[in-house]
């Protein structure tokens, strides 16, 4: 025997918590389905723990859970599997299968359409048939929740149009109150100048709750400060006989394992601009007041993006110009509400953030001012259980000579979700933008790149110096401005030819890059007349005869 547990994210609207349980009831009475519970996963009671609870203890092993959402975000995609998931961990052998959000749905469509023609038609001409000429003369601002989630936007969009073909409307265009653009009063100004007179707010809700009060707040603000334009704002989907169908109809299509989800624009599945940080994100459960798990829990919709389990990335900003960032790295940046950013990341991005966007900056200048790595970690992992999407922007790739493991460490020691993007590093980006070829066919079958910051002989040193000069390949030195000198002359010590060509490439791909070449034996003074200076990289092998380049600015 299978059960069906309805899932609704929650409310703080009385009224709202009213029309959910008023649905559950209509769906009871129907009688198509031998049992059946409600519950939600926040903010509102009953708690979906005590749905699931209830209809275990009546001897159902095997539940339906019907998401109550009208687009597949967030709540639908990963918030209710979470809690799902925990349900199944508090009773053992509890097993379900998962129905699909509840539109776009041609049902939907024609409750929307009874909504919006009420609305025009006003109280005195109530369930009157319209003339054309009313619809004719009606624009429509269909206005949805609004979401992080791109997929979710689209739908909204997909459902304006929907609605607009064969109604008769003068227009239908979407918008959203909430995390999404455009918002309501940018919707009304926008059919104003088209020509709108008579314009019918349609909130793409199932119930009452804050949300939809918002619309009509604003709403009525714009009517007030337009007083040319008619602007109505219509009732919410709410409790009736055609939502209780297309719940029994996605009851049915559970059961019968005919789910048809779009997966082709799931910003969990697919890299989405703006939203990479969603990709195989880990989902977890909300905490729900009136759950023995989520009573230190207090909930708020205020944080950009509502997303309430933070995480870091740990991302590579290649060598230093703005675009020579990965795709998906700028998107992790783009979506981002704290970045941690070094010296030598891409500066020209920070001036594309968001304006609520926190930038931390650590920066560690070679003989000044440096922000210790205890604090670097300590700022990740405090901003991460904060909620927020956190950026750790670094200059090349952060595991190469970087401590991009360090704080990849330190993030999975305190628990946050960690991500690691590649990026584009100077030891290969600063040759080849000066025109060197690291390897080339019959030239150089390998390249060594070595950190240069502790000099030939330093205890701590882990390299052996000796070795690297009897090889016959490439070299590239990152950090070595202060110890080229002696690294040259412990090279053709120990059997690096002297006349071996060397190129220093200062700023490389900036506006003032310079190229200055040298022999091995003679790159120390050389650097130091041409006043080479950090960020710095030195190539060093026959390859670098493959340049053409002189000393120039």
């Known amino acids: 025997m299978t059960g069906l547990v309805i899932v609704g994210h929650g409310t703080r609207s009385a009224a709202g918590v009213d029309q959910f349980a008023a649905l ?6 129907r009688g198509d389905v031998a049992d059946v519970e409600g519950g939600f996963i926040e903010l509102s009671r009953p708690p979906l723990t005590d749905a699931v609870g209830a209809l275990v203890a009546r001897g159902h092993r ?9 687009t597949g975000a967030g709540h639908g995609k990963g918030d209710i599997p979470a809690a799902m998931a925990r349900e199944q961990e508090r009773h053992p052998g509890l097993t379900y299968r998962y129905g699909r959000p509840l539109g776009p749905h041609p049902l939907l469509h024609t409750a929307l359409e009874e909504r919006i023609d009420a609305a025009l038609a006003g109280a005195d001409r109530a369930g009157t048939a319209l003339a054309g000429a009313d619809r004719a003369g009606t624009w429509v601002a269909l206005i949805g929740r609004g979401s992080t989630d791109p997929d979710a936007n689209a739908e909204v969009a997909k459902v304006a149009r929907l609605l607009w073909e064969g109604r008769g409307y003068a227009g239908v265009e979407p918008g959203f109150i909430s995390l999404a653009q455009p918002s309501v009063p940018e919707v009304l100004d926008r059919l104003r100048r088209l020509g709108a007179r008579r314009i019918v707010v ?4 199932l119930f009452a709750g804050v949300l939809p009060d918002r619309i009509v707040a604003q709403s009525a603000e714009f009517a007030a400060a337009h007083p040319d334009l008619d602007v109505r704002v219509a009732e919410v989907i709410g409790d009736c006989d055609a939502l209780a169908d297309l719940v029994l109809e996605r009851h049915a299509e559970a059961l019968g394992g005919d789910i048809r989800m779009n997966c082709d624009t799931c910003a969990y599945r697919v890299l989405m601009p703006g939203f990479a940080d969603k990709v195989g994100r880990p989902q977890r459960p909300h905490d729900h007041p009136d759950d023995p798990v989520g009573h230190h829990h207090h909930h708020g919709h205020a944080h950009h993006g509502h997303d309430h389990n933070g995480s870091v ?3 590579g900003g290649g060598p230093g110009p703005d675009d020579l960032i990965t795709v998906r790295a700028k998107a992790l940046l783009d979506a981002a509400d704290v970045v941690v950013v070094d010296r030598l990341a891409p500066q020209g991005l920070l001036a594309g953030l968001r304006p609520d966007v926190l930038v931390i900056d650590a920066a560690k200048v070679p003989r000044g001012p440096s922000m210790a790595q205890d604090a670097i970690n300590a700022a990740l992992v405090s901003h991460a259980k904060a909620g927020r999407r956190v950026v750790r922007l670094k200059g090349g790739d952060p595991y190469v000579f970087g401590r991009g493991h360090e704080e990849m460490q330190a993030c999975a020691a305190a628990g946050v979700p960690v991500t690691v993007v590649p990026g584009v590093s100077s030891a290969l980006a600063a040759p080849a933008l000066a025109g060197v070829p690291v390897t080339h066919r019959g030239v150089a079958h390998d390249v060594t790149v070595v950190s240069g910051h502790l000099p030939p002989g330093h205890p701590d040193s882990l390299v052996d110096w000796a070795a690297l ?3 016959r390949g490439t070299v590239v030195l990152l950090m070595a401005v202060d110890t080229i000198a002696k690294i040259a002359a412990v090279l053709v010590e120990h059997g690096r030819a002297p006349e071996t060509p060397v ?8 506006p003032d890059q310079r190229s200055v070449p040298a022999r091995l034996d003679e790159i120390g003074a050389v650097a130091a007349r041409e006043g080479i200076g950090p960020p710095a990289v030195f190539v ?12 120039s600015a």
Do not use: I
């Open 540 to 551: 060093l092998g026959p390859v670098v005869a493959l340049a053409a380049t002189g000393p």
């Open 469 to 471: 000069a009897r090889a």
């Open 503 to 510: 190129l220093a490439v200062q700023d490389a791909g900036l």
């Open 62 to 70: 095997a539940l339906v859970a019907l998401p109550l959402v009208l």
């Open 313 to 315: 990335a740990v991302v």
């Open 202 to 205: 349609a909130p793409y809700f």
């Open 24 to 29: 559950v009831e209509r769906v009871r009475r």
